[in-house]
């Protein structure tokens, strides 16, 4: 005999209750095994939750690898591209270096033939003011012959003094200066000596031209002219200086 919920009694057979109580059980039982499913469920939705987050970080990683591969390669390809620029623009100044290098040994061997061909201008050009001078010192020696003969070598030297001057108004247009050093001390660079005096003698000449008498060492003749050309030396000139001491002769007299 059982009591309901509203205090009635009623009967129970025993197989009622070993079945409600069956059903009871297994009604828990299924409880249990639902609560076990549902986590079951949630931890697997946590799974694919996870897997799903460390698939997209995957991917992420993936698609900057391929972005910074993509750049590294957009950035090779660049490179490469200034790569072949610059061999080409090497090559082109290569080139152009070549080409002005060609084109100043020609100029220099223009020049040079220029040049030499100048030199051998000047050359010409001094020896015929050599030559020049050779004969007007040789018609001076012969003008106490007669007067006839003095009147005719005046008139050459006249001719060859003209063509003198020309000569070395070209040379000048050259840029080749005579040097005549008379009046000043021997300077081995610019002169070589071609004779001597004695101081005695020396102080008569100038005392005759009115002149003090020069020092020691002084050039007082030039017998030929030396040339220079754009401050090199061509030829020294050929001097005549004064003694340090009197010869033994000049002592005698």
Do not use: C
């Not at 623009?89 to 220029?114: F, K, P, V």
């Not at 610019?190 to 101081?199: H, N, R």
């Amino acid at each position: 005999m059982a009591r309901g919920t509203t205090g009635l009694r009623f009967h129970v057979k025993p197989q009622e209750v070993l079945a409600l109580n069956w059903l009871f059980g297994r009604s828990r039982r299924a409880e249990q095994s639902a609560e076990q499913l549902r986590q079951q469920m949630d931890q697997l939705t946590d799974q694919v939750r996870n897997l799903k987050q460390a698939l997209d970080q995957q991917n992420q990683t993936l698609a900057d690898v391929i972005q910074a591969q993509a750049k590294q390669l957009q950035h090779q390809q660049e490179l490469q591209a200034q790569t072949a620029k610059s061999a080409q623009l090497q090559y082109r100044w290569t080139q152009q270096q070549n080409n002005l290098l060609e084109a100043i040994l020609e100029q220099q061997e223009e020049a040079d033939t220029h040049g030499e061909l100048l030199g051998q201008s000047i050359a010409a050009h001094v020896q015929l003011l050599d030559d020049i001078s050779t004969a007007m010192r040789h018609l001076q020696a012969q003008s106490g012959s007669g007067t006839d003969q003095t009147n005719a070598n005046q008139a050459w030297t006249g001719v060859l003094r003209q063509w003198q001057q020309r000569l070395h108004s070209t040379l000048e247009q050259l840029n080749v200066e005579p040097l005549d050093p008379v009046g000043q001390i021997f300077d081995a660079k610019l002169a070589e000596a071609g004779g001597t005096v004695s101081p005695s003698e020396a102080a008569e000449y100038f005392a005759h031209h009115a002149q003090s008498a020069p020092a020691p060492y002084t050039i007082v003749e030039t017998l030929r002219l030396g040339y220079r050309w754009n401050g090199r030396i061509l030829r020294k000139a050929l001097v005549v200086t004064v003694n340090e001491e009197e010869s033994p002769d000049a002592q005698n007299d």
